[in-house]
């Protein structure tokens, strides 16, 4: 998993509840994104920042939010706007965007009392 | 739009077999490729990727994958499978036509057996 650390391993969310996620990273990588992933539905892009302080809507914004304030950080809340908020998050970085291998973290699963 | 399909959910190969893990692609332009594999409640982890070049392409754990523009495919390879080679593997496009975003594949479990 490198140098991408997210926390917490497992988290719950009661209903109504928003909940943060966190991702720390220590690569010194520009660009950071935040995966969902749902069983036989592969990744889906939620939201990704390329840059400090900017960040744009992916495939499945509604429901989340971000922030960017600081190169190494990019938390994502999951509010109470998201009704299916079960399953497995994970927050990624790269380097470039010619490439862009993404680097991962191991993963929060979220799930809902 | 940039897309991956992989058609096969599961792929069941024996220990010590040759194993192909299979992938298409459709995409407008010169395609990035990447093979990424994810081992049980963990994150995914790159494998590979072709960019241009050979059509071979190598990389960890003795994976390889073979990028055939005609048919439009990048399946990934191995000459012979270990246990620990069962996990998820998901094929992905950089889709330049999104902020080079990565569009990742549904993902293929493969299971081998000892």
């Known amino acids: 998993d490198g140098g991408i650390t997210q926390s917490p391993k497992y988290l719950f969310r009661k209903e109504g509840q928003n909940v943060t996620l966190s991702c720390e990273q220590n690569?010194?990588?520009?660009?950071m994104y935040w995966y969902r992933q749902d069983p036989g539905q592969g990744l889906r892009l939620i939201y990704y920042?390329?840059?400090?302080?900017?960040?744009q809507k992916g495939d499945i914004a509604e429901g989340y939010s971000v922030s960017r304030e600081k190169k190494e950080s990019f938390p994502l809340t999951v509010t109470s706007a998201q009704k299916n908020p079960t399953a497995f998050y994970l927050c990624?970085?790269?380097?470039?965007?010619?490439?862009?291998?993404?680097?991962f973290g191991a993963g929060t699963r979220l799930s809902v009392l | 739009a940039q897309s991956v399909a992989q058609p096969e959910d599961q792929v069941n190969v024996a220990e010590g077999n040759p194993l192909t893990v299979k992938c298409t692609y459709s995409?407008?332009?010169?395609?990035?490729l990447f093979w990424y594999v994810q081992y049980p409640n963990r994150g995914l982890q790159f494998l590979l990727k072709?960019?241009?070049?050979?059509?071979l392409v190598k990389g960890s754990y003795g994976f390889e994958a073979e990028f055939n523009k005609s048919q439009t495919s990048f399946h990934l390879k191995k000459p012979s499978a270990l246990v620990s080679d069962s996990a998820l593997y998901f094929c992905?496009?950089?889709?330049?036509?999104?902020?080079?975003?990565?569009?990742f594949g549904k993902g293929t479990r493969l299971h081998i057996l000892p």
């Open positions: 990624a970085s790269s380097q470039d965007r010619i490439e862009n291998i993404q680097y």
């Open positions: 690569l010194n990588h520009d660009a």
């Open positions: 920042s390329q840059i400090v302080n900017d960040f």
């Open positions: 995409v407008s332009g010169n395609p990035y």
């Open positions: 072709y960019i241009t070049g050979d059509n």
């Open positions: 992905a496009v950089r889709d330049m036509n999104r902020d080079d975003k990565i569009i």
